[in-house]
């Protein structure tokens, strides 16, 4: 029997285990994948079981994104940029590790919403370790211009400032956020306002102004429609929330351990089965 593992800590709330296994049994594939919630000091052991004959990989998630790079073998071009690994393949006892997540957002953006990022006008809220996927995939996706904003503005400058070899990035400040909303073809949010377990206010957008006409994006999955996205929704702005994303970057997880394509559809419906329990 083969394995699969996600690391993290907690993991009490991830879909990616029934999303996988629902893969694994629809292609007879014997294998299963398991959480492995674990403290700080256990990863390094953690990590070394990976390299095993009988083990695909992992996935990782937080707070292990940027922990685990140091015990890598390899490193993917896109794992290096985003500074972050969410996936861990091991190549005969080798660990290489990659990032899914600006794939998987870039993947739910063209083919779950139909909308393609290219040469269009996108504007980030957040600057955080979700921004720098959503940020790199937009940019090598060719947008026009991608404008970024965060609460803490300086996070906002360095991460323009870093990214500027992929494209066109600038930080913009809340002033001129007003003003690009309205106009932008993509707005996304990468914060974690809005989010259920979010201690503050769940029932907060993470910005008040909408596009005129543009599409609105969450990174968010829990809640299904954050007040951002059920603020777009009235009026008659099309919206994406973060589940689509969650199960591209799951999908590209999969295929790269089994090399077989997944079931996207299957792990779509089982996600948002698990979802809505
Ligand atoms: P993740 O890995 O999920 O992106 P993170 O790296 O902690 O998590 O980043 C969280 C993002 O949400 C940051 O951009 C953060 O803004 P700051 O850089 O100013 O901290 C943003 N964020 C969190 N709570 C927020 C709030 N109440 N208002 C505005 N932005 C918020």
């Keep these: 029997m083969k394995k699969a593992y996600i690391l993290g800590h907690p993991l009490g709330h991830s879909l990616s285990p029934i999303m996988h296994n629902a893969a694994f ?87 779950n919403a139909g909308f393609e990022p290219k040469g269009k006008i996108a504007i980030m809220l957040g600057a955080g370790g979700a921004a720098r996927a ?58 974690s306002v809005g989010m259920e377990d979010n201690a503050k206010d769940p029932k907060t957008s993470a910005v008040e102004v909408l596009p005129n006409s543009g599409f609105v994006s969450d990174i968010v999955y829990r809640p299904a429609k954050t007040k951002l996205l059920a603020d777009a929704e009235k009026v008659g702005l099309a919206t994406q929330n973060g589940l689509a994303m969650l199960v591209y970057q799951g999908a590209q997880a999969f295929e790269m351990w089994t090399k077989q394509d997944a079931p996207v559809e299957l792990m779509f419906a089982a996600a948002l089965q698990a979802l809505e329990k």
């Design 25 to 111: 049994k629809h292609l007879g594939i014997r294998a299963e994948y398991c959480k492995k919630d674990i403290l700080p000091e256990d990863l390094p052991k953690t990590i070394e079981l990976l390299r095993q004959d009988n083990v695909f990989g992992a996935n990782v998630t937080i707070p292990y994104k940027l922990a685990v790079m140091p015990f890598m073998d390899n490193l993917s071009d896109s794992a290096k940029a985003i500074g972050a690994v969410n996936t861990i393949i091991n190549d005969n006892g080798k660990l290489l590790g990659h990032n899914t997540d600006a794939s998987g957002y870039i993947r739910a953006l063209k083919e």
């Design 134 to 191: 959503v940020a790199y995939a937009l940019l090598n996706a060719n947008v026009e211009v991608l404008y970024i904003h965060n609460r803490t503005f300086e996070k906002a400058k360095s991460l323009a400032k870093e990214f500027k070899f992929l494209g066109n990035i600038k930080a913009i400040g809340k002033t001129e956020l007003k003003e690009k909303i309205i106009a932008c073809d993509l707005l996304i949010n990468t914060t």
